[in-house]
């Protein structure tokens, strides 16, 4: 039972578009959201959080919307850089203060 | 040291083996995760420490899997046992406080691979 989902295992956006990732959720007693980035043989890294009570947070190229409504997050990266080809892991931090993550996307910049 | 660190990085044993994964949190950290990442698959919360208890172990996948943590510092991940299905990347995070606004701070992770 997928709490958080992540239904696009990979994405591929052209250097200097738009990167769109996208991340459903379940679970609506959910207070605070995160994406982590990860790259090969490392540990995932924290990109971005969002708290249950705001529906946007922006910090420099990145943005993350919640639409609390419709249980569904997107973390936008614009302008897209090679360095941002990673896998991308949207988070959930339940009532119990465990996070609980999605699958992951696979995000490929493009030259 | 700066980070979380974790040994080996990598581990190859052959099934029926148990193995144990190190974890050394940043210091002064005292909340503690453990999680497995298997292929193809998102990040499985295994377990987590405040100081040296563990409140929750509902997400060790069996009685084969055991972990422990003392002085508020290393922790330990212990697999007796092992069969195939438990090869994965075993990740290791650490924060301040429980809780996501402390953030987390993962480790490398130790690539565990049984044959």
């Known amino acids: 039972d997928q709490q958080v989902k992540q239904n696009s295992p990979s994405l591929s956006v052209q250097e200097g578009r738009i990167s769109i990732l996208n991340c459903d959720y379940t679970?609506?007693?959910?207070?605070?959201f995160l994406w982590y980035k990860k790259y090969p043989a490392e540990g995932p890294t924290f990109l971005i959080s969002?708290?249950?009570?705001?529906d946007k947070n922006e910090d420099g190229r990145f943005t993350v919307f919640l639409n609390k409504s419709a249980k569904h997050l997107s973390l936008h990266i614009v302008p897209s850089q090679p360095g941002d080809s990673a896998v991308y892991f949207c988070?959930?931090?339940?009532?119990?203060?465990?996070?609980?993550f999605g699958k992951g996307t696979r995000l490929h910049i493009l030259p | 040291g700066a980070g979380v660190s974790q040994s080996p990085s990598n581990k190859v044993t052959e099934k029926g083996k148990d193995v144990e994964l190190r974890c050394d949190p940043i210091?002064?950290?005292?909340?503690l995760y453990w999680y497995r990442q298997s292929l193809g698959q998102g990040l499985e919360f295994l377990i987590y420490?405040?100081?040296?208890?563990?409140?929750?172990k509902s997400g060790l996948p069996s009685d084969r899997f055991s972990a422990e943590r003392t002085g508020g510092s290393v922790s330990t991940l212990t697999i007796q046992r092992t069969q195939q299905e438990d090869s994965a990347v075993y990740l290791c995070?650490?924060?301040?406080?429980?809780?996501?606004?402390?953030?987390?701070?993962f480790g490398s992770g130790t690539r565990l691979t049984v044959v």
């Open positions: 995070a650490s924060s301040l406080g429980w809780g996501a606004n402390y953030g987390y701070t």
């Open positions: 679970n609506s007693m959910f207070d605070y």
């Open positions: 969002i708290s249950s009570i705001k």
């Open positions: 988070a959930a931090n339940s009532r119990d203060d465990k996070i609980i």
């Open positions: 210091s002064g950290h005292t909340a």
């Open positions: 420490f405040q100081g040296n208890s563990a409140p929750d």
